[in-house]
């Protein structure tokens, strides 16, 4: 990576995060790292062949790194103070509008001083991307951190098409109307000409959120804003269009690294590390309590109780991504996972033989394509997910044809990977019952399911993803004068 001078580009990307992160050893050495996450997984793979820019944070508090370039693709780090990093990224995102945007799973915290945050910093990204914007560019705004930008921007750059794509999921009114900011909200996003969306029901969330606290037309997939006479942000009329753009994978780039012989022999290493049981099952997800993790845990413990499984035949792999860590509800939620697994272990492992490997860290592409090998069958719970990328990664490393998914109702995956072991996580027998059907059932039917799943996948990916996001986003209404290919 080498450190260059500003200097304007046909397409932005605005995201919370960049696709590193800084961080900072003890002795001062300096390394950048994936940042954790779905976004940056799809998103990296569609921008690192493109001559474009990155707007996003370096993931520590202070100043900003000077921009620099990762191929053809121009890093421009967004500086966050410390206080921005508590108020807006851990207070407001994640901690206001996360946990009201996946079913009020755990209680969303409403503070003014957050909000003024989440203002001040959707601000900072807007200066940003206004400055590296080309005249007539194309930006893509992303996820829930930035729901302001696109009328900010639009103020600033009405000469730019801006569009807005939501990676989790977009809340029913009823529950969007708890939010004292929701109009504002609203009129923040409406300054994109497309917005787009995990599921046709979050899209139609949106539409629905409109008329009812804007009191706009929504005619089919088009909002249309009379705008208000206050002076405030995104008080000019407007016209949008939202829908459904489900998000994928690398397929055929995934399913190369998992094939490749050095995955294979890592896949080999680790079953026989894990004492060659018959039947591994997997879970992998960010530490986070939409995942469904508790509930997954439940329903290990009840079958080994049951005498259903036990080790060393069957075992249970955890690998737990830290996230969040300085959010309250997130300390406790690990310490819940770990007090359980203490328990189960404590239970049912015996010398040699471990009922729940439980994995706290994050690893290299290599080995979560050699994990996803080894997994007989994966478990995918979440009690909400705007998609669930790690779905998707699972049935296209087990090309081999081997392994069974477990996937929740509710996440957006489930709309379409329709041949996979559906779940209800909230009904704890429903799902022992399922978890065992993936194991037993017969193989022949189970390599069926996987075929049909790796099919669904290799056709929508994420290069098709970008593609009908960036068609949908030129072909919305509202176009400016000046519009530049990209
Ligand atoms: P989210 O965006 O909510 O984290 P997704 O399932 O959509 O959930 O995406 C998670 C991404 O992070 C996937 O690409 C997955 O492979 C990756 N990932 C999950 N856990 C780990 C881990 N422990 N180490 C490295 N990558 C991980
Ligand atoms: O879309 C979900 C999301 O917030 C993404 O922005 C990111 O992929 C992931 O979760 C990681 O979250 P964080 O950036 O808070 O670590």
Same mark, same amino acid.
């Given at each position: 990576m080498v450190s260059s001078a500003a200097r304007t580009f046909?397409?932005?990307?605005?995201?919370?995060?960049?696709?590193?992160?800084?961080?900072?050893? $003890?002795?001062?050495?300096?390394?950048w790292r994936t940042s954790p996450g779905g976004l940056v997984t799809a998103m990296e793979s569609v921008m690192h062949e493109r001559e474009a820019a990155w707007v996003g944070w370096a993931g520590f508090p202070g100043e900003a790194p000077d921009p620099f370039d990762d191929g053809l693709l121009r890093l421009h780090p967004v500086g966050l103070t410390a206080e921005d990093?508590?108020?807006? *990224?851990?207070?407001?995102?994640?901690?206001?509008?996360? $946990?009201?945007?996946?079913?009020v799973i755990v209680p969303p915290t409403y503070h003014r001083s957050w909000w003024h945050a989440y203002r001040r910093v959707n601000e900072k990204f807007t200066d940003a991307v206004a400055e590296v914007a080309?005249?007539?560019?194309?930006?893509?705004v992303h996820d829930y951190q930035l729901q302001l930008v696109p009328a900010m921007l639009r103020d600033r750059r009405p000469d730019?098409?801006?569009?807005?794509?939501?990676?989790? $999921?977009?809340p029913p009114v009823e529950l969007f109307a708890q939010l004292p900011w929701r109009a504002m909200l609203l009129r923040g996003l409406l300054g994109a000409d497309f917005l787009g969306?995990?599921?046709?029901?979050?899209?139609?969330?949106?539409?629905?959120?409109?008329?009812?606290?804007?009191?706009?037309?929504?005619?089919?997939?088009?909002?249309?804003?009379?705008?208000?006479?206050?002076?405030?942000?995104?008080?000019?009329?407007?016209?949008?269009?939202?829908?459904?753009?489900p998000i994928s994978i690398d397929a055929e780039g995934f399913r190369k690294l998992a094939d490749s012989p050095g995955v294979r022999a890592r896949a080999t290493e680790i079953r026989a590390s894990l004492g060659d049981p018959e039947v591994v099952l997997l879970g992998v997800d960010r530490l986070d309590y939409t995942k469904g993790i508790r509930h997954r845990l439940r329903a290990i413990e009840e079958l080994l109780a049951d005498g259903e499984i036990a080790p060393p035949q069957v075992t249970?792999?955890?690998?737990?991504?830290?996230?969040?860590?300085?959010?309250?509800?997130?300390?406790?939620?690990r310490e819940q996972i770990e007090a359980t697994?203490?328990?189960?272990?404590?239970?049912?492992?015996?010398l040699g033989d471990t009922a729940v490997h439980?994995?706290?860290?994050? *690893?290299?592409?290599?080995?979560?394509?050699?994990?996803f090998k080894v997994a007989d069958v994966m478990l995918v719970t979440p009690l909400r997910d705007g998609m669930n990328l790690v779905a998707k990664e699972y049935v296209t490393a087990r090309h081999d044809g081997g392994g069974a998914l477990v996937l929740s109702e509710f996440t957006g995956a489930a709309e379409e990977m329709r041949s996979a072991y559906l779940c209800n996580p909230h009904d704890i027998a429903g799902l022992k019952e399922t978890i065992l059907r993936a194991i037993r059932d017969d193989p022949a039917l189970k390599r069926r399911r996987m075929a049909s799943l790796r099919r669904r996948v290799r056709r929508h990916d994420v290069q098709t993803w970008a593609e009908a996001f960036l068609t949908a986003l030129d072909a919305a209404p509202g176009k400016p004068a000046v519009r530049k290919e990209v």
């Open positions: 046909d397409l932005v990307i605005a995201a919370n995060r960049l696709p590193v992160d800084r961080s900072v050893s $003890p002795d001062g050495t300096v390394t990093v508590t108020d807006f *990224y851990e207070g407001f995102s994640n901690d206001t509008l996360w $946990p009201l945007y996946h079913d080309a005249e007539g560019a194309t930006v893509w730019l098409r801006i569009g807005w794509f939501n990676h989790i $999921p977009f969306f995990q599921r046709p029901d979050d899209a139609r969330n949106f539409l629905r959120g409109c008329r009812s606290v804007l009191g706009a037309s929504v005619k089919g997939d088009v909002v249309t804003w009379q705008g208000a006479d206050d002076g405030r942000l995104g008080a000019g009329p407007r016209v949008a269009r939202a829908g459904s753009v249970f792999v955890q690998v737990a991504t830290p996230s969040r860590e300085r959010v309250e509800a997130y300390r406790t939620l697994v203490g328990r189960i272990n404590g239970d049912f492992s015996h439980y994995l706290h860290q994050s *690893y290299g592409r290599e080995e979560m394509a050699a994990l």
